[in-house]
Protein backbone atom coordinates (compact mmCIF):
# COMPACT_ATOMS: atom_id res chain seq x y z
CA UNK A 1 0.00 0.00 0.00
CA UNK A 2 1.72 3.32 -0.84
CA UNK A 3 1.49 6.02 1.40
CA UNK A 4 -1.14 7.83 -0.46
CA UNK A 5 -3.25 5.32 -0.12
CA UNK A 6 -2.69 4.62 3.50
CA UNK A 7 -3.99 8.50 4.15
CA UNK A 8 -6.84 8.04 2.05
CA UNK A 9 -7.88 4.91 4.08
CA UNK A 10 -6.85 6.25 7.78
CA UNK A 11 -9.22 9.44 6.43
CA UNK A 12 -12.08 6.86 6.48
CA UNK A 13 -11.41 4.97 9.62
CA UNK A 14 -11.14 8.13 11.45
CA UNK A 15 -15.16 8.83 10.70
CA UNK A 16 -15.55 5.43 12.96
CA UNK A 17 -15.37 7.91 16.28
CA UNK A 18 -18.00 10.68 14.80
CA UNK A 19 -21.62 10.79 14.33
CA UNK A 20 -22.37 8.56 16.39
CA UNK A 21 -26.09 7.37 15.26
CA UNK A 22 -25.57 8.89 11.86
CA UNK A 23 -25.08 12.87 11.15
CA UNK A 24 -28.44 14.27 11.23
CA UNK A 25 -29.16 18.25 11.33
CA UNK A 26 -32.38 18.51 9.87
CA UNK A 27 -35.30 17.18 7.63
CA UNK A 28 -35.00 17.44 4.37
CA UNK A 29 -38.82 16.57 3.82
CA UNK A 30 -39.53 19.29 6.92
CA UNK A 31 -40.63 22.42 5.20
CA UNK A 32 -39.73 24.16 8.81
CA UNK A 33 -36.24 22.51 9.51
CA UNK A 34 -33.27 24.35 9.22
CA UNK A 35 -29.58 23.08 9.67
CA UNK A 36 -28.78 26.96 10.31
CA UNK A 37 -31.58 27.77 13.34
CA UNK A 38 -33.38 31.22 13.12
CA UNK A 39 -31.08 31.84 10.16
CA UNK A 40 -31.91 28.93 7.55
CA UNK A 41 -35.02 30.14 5.86
CA UNK A 42 -35.81 31.21 2.90
CA UNK A 43 -38.95 33.07 1.28
CA UNK A 44 -41.28 30.83 -0.63
CA UNK A 45 -40.78 33.22 -3.81
CA UNK A 46 -37.31 33.03 -3.61
CA UNK A 47 -37.50 29.29 -3.77
CA UNK A 48 -39.71 29.41 -6.43
CA UNK A 49 -37.18 31.52 -8.73
CA UNK A 50 -34.36 29.12 -7.30
CA UNK A 51 -36.26 25.89 -8.70
CA UNK A 52 -38.44 26.91 -11.30
CA UNK A 53 -37.00 29.68 -13.06
CA UNK A 54 -33.26 29.81 -12.51
CA UNK A 55 -32.71 26.61 -13.82
CA UNK A 56 -34.71 26.93 -17.14
CA UNK A 57 -33.92 30.94 -18.38
CA UNK A 58 -30.23 31.80 -20.03
CA UNK A 59 -29.41 33.91 -22.28
CA UNK A 60 -31.14 31.57 -25.44
CA UNK A 61 -34.05 31.57 -23.53
CA UNK A 62 -37.23 33.20 -25.20
CA UNK A 63 -39.83 33.45 -22.14
CA UNK A 64 -43.47 33.91 -21.76
CA UNK A 65 -45.22 35.40 -18.88
CA UNK A 66 -48.83 35.14 -18.02
CA UNK A 67 -49.62 38.08 -15.89
CA UNK A 68 -46.21 40.28 -14.80
CA UNK A 69 -48.94 42.58 -12.94
CA UNK A 70 -46.16 45.28 -11.80
CA UNK A 71 -43.50 43.14 -13.11
CA UNK A 72 -41.73 41.23 -10.42
CA UNK A 73 -41.29 37.60 -11.88
CA UNK A 74 -40.57 39.51 -15.10
CA UNK A 75 -37.23 40.71 -13.30
CA UNK A 76 -35.97 37.22 -12.79
CA UNK A 77 -36.38 36.59 -16.58
CA UNK A 78 -34.51 39.28 -17.48
CA UNK A 79 -31.41 36.99 -18.83
CA UNK A 80 -33.78 35.63 -21.37
CA UNK A 81 -32.65 36.57 -24.99
CA UNK A 82 -36.82 37.80 -24.88
CA UNK A 83 -39.14 38.17 -22.49
CA UNK A 84 -42.77 38.59 -23.85
CA UNK A 85 -45.54 39.51 -21.27
CA UNK A 86 -50.01 39.16 -21.80
CA UNK A 87 -51.61 41.10 -19.04
CA UNK A 88 -55.06 41.98 -18.83
CA UNK A 89 -54.53 45.61 -17.62
CA UNK A 90 -52.50 48.18 -19.47
CA UNK A 91 -48.67 48.31 -18.46
CA UNK A 92 -49.49 52.25 -17.38
CA UNK A 93 -51.37 50.88 -14.91
CA UNK A 94 -49.67 47.75 -13.53
CA UNK A 95 -46.28 50.98 -12.69
CA UNK A 96 -44.26 48.20 -15.15
CA UNK A 97 -41.86 49.81 -16.81
CA UNK A 98 -41.00 51.74 -13.67
CA UNK A 99 -40.31 48.81 -11.75
CA UNK A 100 -38.43 46.71 -14.53
CA UNK A 101 -36.22 49.48 -15.51
CA UNK A 102 -35.12 49.84 -19.60
CA UNK A 103 -35.14 46.24 -20.94
CA UNK A 104 -35.79 46.48 -24.68
CA UNK A 105 -36.12 42.96 -24.97
CA UNK A 106 -39.46 42.73 -22.56
CA UNK A 107 -42.93 43.01 -25.19
CA UNK A 108 -45.69 43.27 -22.90
CA UNK A 109 -49.19 43.12 -24.57
CA UNK A 110 -52.55 44.20 -23.40
CA UNK A 111 -55.06 41.76 -23.89
CA UNK A 112 -58.47 41.82 -24.06
CA UNK A 113 -59.13 37.91 -24.82
CA UNK A 114 -57.02 34.54 -24.62
CA UNK A 115 -56.28 34.48 -28.44
CA UNK A 116 -53.01 34.51 -27.41
CA UNK A 117 -53.28 36.19 -31.00
CA UNK A 118 -50.48 38.64 -30.57
CA UNK A 119 -48.18 35.64 -29.80
CA UNK A 120 -45.30 34.34 -32.69
CA UNK A 121 -46.23 30.84 -33.06
CA UNK A 122 -43.56 28.11 -32.11
CA UNK A 123 -41.69 30.60 -30.56
CA UNK A 124 -41.26 30.30 -26.73
CA UNK A 125 -38.87 27.80 -24.63
CA UNK A 126 -39.98 28.71 -21.43
CA UNK A 127 -43.58 30.06 -19.96
CA UNK A 128 -44.17 31.08 -16.21
CA UNK A 129 -47.46 32.43 -14.62
CA UNK A 130 -47.68 33.13 -10.51
CA UNK A 131 -50.30 34.44 -8.80
CA UNK A 132 -52.65 34.82 -12.59
CA UNK A 133 -54.54 32.22 -12.83
CA UNK A 134 -56.07 31.53 -9.45
CA UNK A 135 -57.92 34.91 -10.96
CA UNK A 136 -59.18 33.06 -14.07
CA UNK A 137 -61.72 31.43 -14.55
CA UNK A 138 -61.32 27.44 -15.52
CA UNK A 139 -62.54 28.42 -18.84
CA UNK A 140 -60.53 31.34 -19.26
CA UNK A 141 -57.20 28.70 -18.03
CA UNK A 142 -58.44 25.86 -20.82
CA UNK A 143 -59.06 29.17 -23.14
CA UNK A 144 -55.27 29.91 -22.54
CA UNK A 145 -53.87 27.01 -22.41
CA UNK A 146 -55.51 25.60 -25.72
CA UNK A 147 -54.55 28.95 -27.64
CA UNK A 148 -50.73 29.06 -26.05
CA UNK A 149 -49.86 25.26 -27.54
CA UNK A 150 -48.70 26.48 -30.96
CA UNK A 151 -46.78 29.52 -29.60
CA UNK A 152 -44.72 27.04 -27.58
CA UNK A 153 -41.51 25.36 -28.85
CA UNK A 154 -41.48 21.51 -28.49
CA UNK A 155 -39.89 20.64 -25.44
CA UNK A 156 -40.70 23.90 -23.69
CA UNK A 157 -41.06 24.12 -19.91
CA UNK A 158 -43.75 25.45 -18.94
CA UNK A 159 -44.76 26.30 -14.78
CA UNK A 160 -48.29 27.91 -13.59
CA UNK A 161 -50.22 28.59 -10.33
CA UNK A 162 -53.27 27.52 -10.34
CA UNK A 163 -55.97 27.72 -7.03
CA UNK A 164 -56.87 24.45 -5.30
CA UNK A 165 -59.21 24.94 -2.59
CA UNK A 166 -58.33 21.21 -0.86
CA UNK A 167 -54.51 22.22 -1.10
CA UNK A 168 -55.15 25.80 0.77
CA UNK A 169 -57.63 24.39 3.18
CA UNK A 170 -54.93 21.63 4.50
CA UNK A 171 -53.10 24.72 4.77
CA UNK A 172 -55.10 26.23 6.64
CA UNK A 173 -55.98 23.82 8.98
CA UNK A 174 -52.28 22.69 9.39
CA UNK A 175 -51.38 26.46 10.07
CA UNK A 176 -49.42 26.25 12.97
CA UNK A 177 -46.78 24.10 12.13
CA UNK A 178 -45.70 25.91 9.02
CA UNK A 179 -46.06 29.24 11.44
CA UNK A 180 -41.74 30.57 11.37
CA UNK A 181 -43.11 31.39 14.99
CA UNK A 182 -42.23 27.73 15.92
CA UNK A 183 -38.54 28.24 15.57
CA UNK A 184 -38.31 31.63 16.64
CA UNK A 185 -40.29 31.27 20.01
CA UNK A 186 -37.76 28.81 21.58
CA UNK A 187 -35.12 31.06 21.26
CA UNK A 188 -36.51 33.80 23.58
CA UNK A 189 -36.73 33.31 26.95
CA UNK A 190 -37.46 36.60 27.96
CA UNK A 191 -41.22 36.71 28.83
CA UNK A 192 -42.19 40.19 27.37
CA UNK A 193 -40.37 39.17 24.08
CA UNK A 194 -42.26 35.80 24.25
CA UNK A 195 -45.98 37.60 25.17
CA UNK A 196 -44.84 39.88 21.87
CA UNK A 197 -43.88 37.28 19.55
CA UNK A 198 -47.21 34.80 20.61
CA UNK A 199 -49.37 38.27 20.28
CA UNK A 200 -47.90 38.85 16.63
CA UNK A 201 -48.84 35.62 15.74
CA UNK A 202 -51.94 35.57 16.91
CA UNK A 203 -52.69 38.62 14.54
CA UNK A 204 -51.54 37.05 11.85
CA UNK A 205 -53.54 33.88 12.38
CA UNK A 206 -56.57 36.11 12.95
CA UNK A 207 -56.52 37.55 9.19
CA UNK A 208 -55.52 34.65 7.76
CA UNK A 209 -58.70 32.92 9.49
CA UNK A 210 -60.69 35.55 7.89
CA UNK A 211 -59.51 35.90 4.63
CA UNK A 212 -60.31 32.36 4.55
CA UNK A 213 -63.74 32.65 5.64
CA UNK A 214 -63.98 35.07 2.34
CA UNK A 215 -63.17 32.48 0.41
CA UNK A 216 -65.34 29.62 1.98
CA UNK A 217 -68.65 32.17 1.70
CA UNK A 218 -67.84 33.03 -2.01
CA UNK A 219 -64.42 32.51 -3.80
CA UNK A 220 -65.09 34.04 -6.86
CA UNK A 221 -66.53 36.90 -5.50
CA UNK A 222 -63.30 37.60 -3.91
CA UNK A 223 -61.12 37.39 -7.60
CA UNK A 224 -60.21 33.19 -6.71
CA UNK A 225 -61.76 30.76 -9.02
CA UNK A 226 -60.61 27.04 -8.03
CA UNK A 227 -59.08 25.14 -10.76
CA UNK A 228 -57.81 22.26 -8.48
CA UNK A 229 -54.89 20.19 -9.14
CA UNK A 230 -56.51 16.86 -10.92
CA UNK A 231 -58.86 18.93 -12.72
CA UNK A 232 -55.86 21.47 -14.54
CA UNK A 233 -53.48 17.78 -14.84
CA UNK A 234 -56.20 16.48 -16.61
CA UNK A 235 -57.01 19.33 -19.15
CA UNK A 236 -53.74 19.44 -19.61
CA UNK A 237 -52.96 15.65 -20.87
CA UNK A 238 -56.54 16.55 -23.03
CA UNK A 239 -54.51 19.68 -25.00
CA UNK A 240 -51.56 17.16 -25.51
CA UNK A 241 -49.25 18.50 -22.75
CA UNK A 242 -47.32 16.14 -20.73
CA UNK A 243 -47.23 16.66 -17.31
CA UNK A 244 -43.64 16.62 -15.41
CA UNK A 245 -44.89 17.29 -11.74
CA UNK A 246 -48.35 18.00 -10.55
CA UNK A 247 -46.75 20.33 -7.89
CA UNK A 248 -43.56 21.24 -7.43
CA UNK A 249 -44.47 21.37 -3.38
CA UNK A 250 -42.80 24.80 -3.01
CA UNK A 251 -46.30 26.98 -2.33
CA UNK A 252 -47.82 25.61 1.16
CA UNK A 253 -51.39 26.99 -0.09
CA UNK A 254 -51.78 26.76 -3.84
CA UNK A 255 -50.21 23.80 -6.62
CA UNK A 256 -47.68 25.09 -9.10
CA UNK A 257 -47.62 22.51 -12.07
CA UNK A 258 -44.59 21.88 -14.48
CA UNK A 259 -45.36 20.71 -17.28
CA UNK A 260 -43.94 20.25 -21.00
CA UNK A 261 -44.77 20.83 -24.69
Not at 144 to 166: T, W
Not at 244 to 253: E, I, N, Q, S, T
Amino acid sequence: MTASEQRLRDELQSFRKLWKGGFFVADPLDPMSSPHDIFGYVGIYHAIWAACIKPYVTAETTALELGPGRGAWTRTLLPSREVWCLDALPADHNGFWEYVGEAPHVHYVHVTDFSCSELPNDSFDYLFSYDTLCHTSFEGIEAYLRNLRSKLRSGADCFVMVADFDKYRAFVEHRDERSVFNAFIGYFQNPLLRRVLLRSAGKLNTRLMERYEQFLRDPEANGWFHAGTDETCRLLDELGYRVLDRDVGLDPKSPIVHFRR
